[in-house]
């Protein structure tokens, strides 16, 4: 698509196909779609400054196209496709181009659960309150500079593409510069992250450490003074699976709160032990270790 290419929206040619198509270049304008079509496609568009805030879409797919400065704000989807492989048809698994937002708000946006990602790029745009839940279709997507405010609940955020690296071009995803410092996080994974390249500071009640399986050997003395049986079971088996998913996901970091030491812990027991884990230096070696900490997230 050139910049000069004129915007057009018309229904698809396929006839069971109910979305209509949108190409071309639009900008610093509403958009709007015909009464009674709820449903579009867009293929090869670049849309500049383009306000979608407060539309209810049933369906939304986008594919190799671009939206810089556009407004989401309260847009509702029922499907929701933000970096689809193909227009129309059955995809040839050769070429998925990339869609990029950027510099778009998307506050309080009804994203759906299960929202297919796919070959999409976020640079600077702001996630303000919007139902990120239950997303596990992510392992294509790109995150740069992006802030995050308010609840992200059971969301996977990927370093490396789970498949299709021949198809995307890459091996990695960018995920760089994040700002989750007024966010909430609830069941958030982040596989193959460097988590010390986002910013968490000031996340009440986490701390950002490394060397997550020499930390849990420090704190076992801990545990074994407990007296009751089921406590040191639940914080035992907790621990471990928190040590066996940093090494393998984030070169034995991760993003750490008081509920990965055992979410059926009693809540003095469980900060009892957050504490030991965040303060305990797991290597004593000049430079290695971590210091006492005050309230809020440790830095290693």
Partial sequence: MTASEQFSLHPSSEEWQSAWI???????????????????IFDRARLVDVDFSGMRLAGFSVHNSTFEGCDLS???????????????????????????????TFRRTRFPPLTFFGNVRFERCVFDRSRLRNQTSTSEAEFVDCVFLGRVREVNFWGR???????????????????????????????HIDLRAQRFPGLPGYALLDRISERVEKV?????????????????????????????????????????????????????????????????????????????????
């Fill in 22 to 40: 949108a190409r071309g270049e639009l900008c610093s304008r509403r958009f709007n779609l015909p009464a009674g079509v709820s449903e579009v």
């Fill in 74 to 104: 309260g847009t509702a989807f029922d499907r929701l496709s933000m970096g689809a492989t193909c227009v129309q048809g059955p995809w040839d698994g050769v070429d998925w181009p990339q869609t990029i937002f950027r510099g778009c």
């Fill in 161 to 191: 593409p789970t498949e299709h690296q021949t198809s995307l071009g890459r091996d990695r995803n960018d995920f760089t510069g994040n700002d989750f410092t007024g966010a909430e996080l609830d069941y958030v994974a982040f596989h």
């Fill in 220 to 300: 076992l003395p801990l545990m074994e003074r407990w007296p009751d049986a089921r406590h040191r079971e639940e914080a035992g088996f907790s621990l471990e699976f928190l040590a066996d998913r940093a090494l393998e996901q984030n070169d034995d970091q991760a993003l750490v709160s008081p509920a990965d030491m055992g979410r059926k812990l009693p809540p003095a027991l469980r900060e009892e032990l957050f504490e030991a884990f965040r303060n305990t230096p797991s290597d004593t070696s000049p430079g290695r270790a971590v210091p006492p900490h005050g309230p809020g997230p440790a830095a290693p």
